[in-house]
């Protein structure tokens, strides 16, 4: 019990200035992007205008900041294991493919169609239904690698599933979609998914790869370790909050506007990112994957590709309606939802035995 509580206290220590207080610093955000929205309603227009393949390029470019730094760390021989050892790729498949969608629709019907009836109209009730199955479809791809990296999960294996859970996305999408929706002929985002891939994950991923590549022949390990990679220790979190900031400068007004509205489709969101989760999670647990493993498996299903989600829902439905609303609201209470199951994952890695038949098996 001594060496546990060592262990968590030099954890503790070992967290940098804006880790340990990330809680207080994304309630500021929030608060700061939703004061700026509203303060230059002309410039947040304008800065939400600037889009490749209803892509925005401000938050590839901030997402770049968030993603260049943990490409830097990562080891790239951990894919090669991850690709050997594929069981928490598979089980993170089954998951977001053959059991989200499907809890989310029966969460959003439930809540949406039924227990909110009194308070919310049958009309705009099937939008929000819609707009949040739609994000249901959309695992998350980018973003997961930050929260991986909060966790010290294992990071090969998170780009491994990253690569997976895209490609399947091309596929599975639409035919999802349109089951879940009964929408005929229903859109494939495909360059919405392109772009977002390439501009969130690709550009970063090479860049980081050339670096490490490049800095570790010319300058050495030490060097690259003990210099370059302090260096870029904190950037990953000021370009979060940076992102938080300017989401919610976007999109802040949605809750000044119709903040019941909000908490009305924020309660299942929120069940569903937990129930995916800690199934997920659990799972990993009971099969017998290593810590590092089981993280990236239990978050890249609990968050989502909210790009994706709301360019389709914009396209089918349009930009005021509900279900854009709703999607919406799947951005504003994703990162604070994530930042705690990150918390539970550091809470809980003690729980996890030594790997087995796992991408870990050589870290």
């Excluded at 938050?59 to 770049?64: G, I, K, N």
Aim: proline share 4%; hydrophobic share 60%.
């Amino acid at each position: 019990m001594r060496e546990a509580a060592k262990a968590e206290h030099g954890r503790e220590q070992g967290l940098g200035f804006f880790q340990k207080y990330l809680t207080v610093w994304v309630g500021a955000c929030i608060l700061a992007g939703i004061a700026l929205g509203r303060a230059f309603p002309g410039a947040a227009e304008y800065l939400k205008s600037i889009q490749l393949a209803q892509v925005n390029l401000p938050v590839a470019v901030l997402l770049f900041g968030m993603m260049y730094p943990i490409m830097v760390r990562i080891d790239f021989s951990e894919v090669t294991n991850a690709i050997r050892a594929p069981r928490p790729v598979l089980l993170t498949l089954v998951v977001n493919w053959g059991i989200k969608p499907f809890t989310m629709f029966l969460l959003a019907t439930l809540f949406l169609q039924r227990l909110w009836t009194p308070f919310i109209d049958a009309e705009a009730a099937r939008e929000y239904v819609a707009g949040m199955i739609l994000l249901g479809i959309a695992p998350c791809t980018a973003m997961v690698l930050v929260w991986s990296y909060l966790a010290r999960a294992s990071m090969g294996l998170t780009l491994v599933m990253v690569a997976i859970n895209s490609l399947t996305m091309l596929v599975l999408y639409a035919p999802l979609g349109n089951f879940l929706l009964g929408v005929a002929r229903m859109p494939i985002p495909f360059l919405t998914i392109l772009w977002s891939v390439l501009l969130y994950v690709g550009v970063s991923l090479v860049a980081g790869y050339f670096s490490r590549v490049g800095l570790l022949r010319a300058r050495g390990r030490d060097w690259y370790e003990g210099v370059f990679l302090k260096r870029t220790e904190g950037v990953s979190i000021l370009a979060l909050l940076a992102t938080l900031i300017f989401l919610f400068t976007l999109q802040g007004d949605v809750i000044i506007r119709a903040p019941g509205v909000v908490a009305l489709i924020a309660v299942p969101l929120f069940l569903q990112t937990v129930l995916i989760f800690l199934l997920t999670y659990l799972a990993a647990w009971l099969l017998g994957f290593a810590y590092r493993d089981a993280a990236p498996a239990g978050m890249i299903g609990a968050s989502n590709h909210f790009e994706v989600a709301i360019a389709t829902a914009v396209t089918l439905f349009g930009l005021e309606s509900g279900a854009a609303l709703a999607t919406v609201v799947g951005v504003l209470i994703e990162v604070p939802v994530m930042l705690m199951l990150v918390r539970v994952c550091l809470a809980t890695a003690g729980r996890f035995g030594p790997a087995r038949d796992s991408a870990s098996l050589r870290e």
